[in-house]
T-cell receptor, first 116, second 118 residues
Framework: GNSVTQMEGPVTLSEEAFLTINCTYTATGYPSLFWYVQYPGEGLQLLLKATKADDKGSNKGFEATYRKETTSFHLEKGSVQVSDSAVYFCALSVIAGGTSYGKLTFGQGTILTVHP | GAGVSQSPSNKVTEKGKDVELRCDPISGHTALYWYRQSLGQGLEFLIY????????KSGLPSDRFSAERTGGSVSTLTIQRTQQEDSAVYLC????????????????FGQGTRLTVV
């Protein structure tokens, strides 16, 4: 089956610190990989995605590279801000028969708190 | 609409009662998904609709759970004889349809319905 394992946290950092949240996956088929973010009081939003090996997704200073050899998709940001405080979810969607119907398998989520 | 809309935003119900949760997807989105977010279980897939049909309902936890979608738009998730373990945030998402090849289409999420069974 498909599964996603991510660093559970919670993670607490000072502003301008470097962030890494680890994510590894197992999948049958060829997965697309995603990071979703849930800000306090808001719904889940797509942060970035990568659809094939060695692709790098990036958005808002966050990056993640699809590493097929290590089945990983770690999230990184060079300098976090207080406004990055949120819950981050790693997820995958598997393509089968040439079609991905978008069903997402999520990791457990990582709570990030950034202090000034 | 501008985004995925879910109602109610909060629902408190007594154990044993039935509840209905509603999802209004983004206009024109043919794919609709329900997920459940609970402590200890994370985010779990419940059911997927393409148009009015549900080709994947593998995540529904028991026969007390059912969902329908009418007119290719609004969807209702119904939980019968609610139990305390049904307490969770129920999330709905929609997308423009199945992706082809390597192109996965983005799913847009609503803010969820927080269900508390007392």
């Amino acid at each position: 089956g498909n599964s996603v394992t991510q660093m559970e946290g919670p993670v607490t950092l000072s502003e301008e610190a470097f962030l890494t949240i680890n994510c590894t996956y197992t999948a049958t088929g060829y997965p697309s990989l995603f990071w979703y973010v849930q800000y306090p009081g808001e719904g889940l939003q797509l942060l970035l995605k990568a659809t094939k090996a060695d692709d790098k997704g990036s958005n808002k200073g966050f990056e993640a590279t699809y590493r097929k050899e290590t089945t990983s998709f770690h999230l990184e940001k060079g300098s976090v801000q207080v406004s990055d405080s949120a819950v981050y979810f790693c997820a995958l969607s598997v393509i089968a028969g040439g079609t991905s119907y978008g069903k997402l398998t999520f990791g457990q989520g990582t709570i990030l708190t950034v202090h000034p | 609409g501008a985004g995925v809309s879910q109602s109610p935003s909060n629902k408190v119900t007594e154990k044993g009662k039935d509840v209905e949760l509603r999802c209004d997807p983004i206009s024109g989105h043919t794919a609709l998904y329900w997920y459940r977010q609970s402590l200890g279980q994370g985010l779990e897939f419940l059911i997927y609709f393409q148009g009015n049909s549900a080709p994947d309902k593998s995540g529904l936890p028991s026969d007390r759970f059912s969902a329908e979608r009418t007119g290719g738009s609004v969807s209702t998730l119904t939980i019968q004889r609610t139990q305390q373990e049904d307490s969770a945030v129920y999330l709905c998402a929609s997308s423009s349809g199945p992706g082809q090849g390597i192109f996965s289409t983005e799913a847009f999420f609503g803010q969820g319905t927080r269900l508390t069974v007392v």
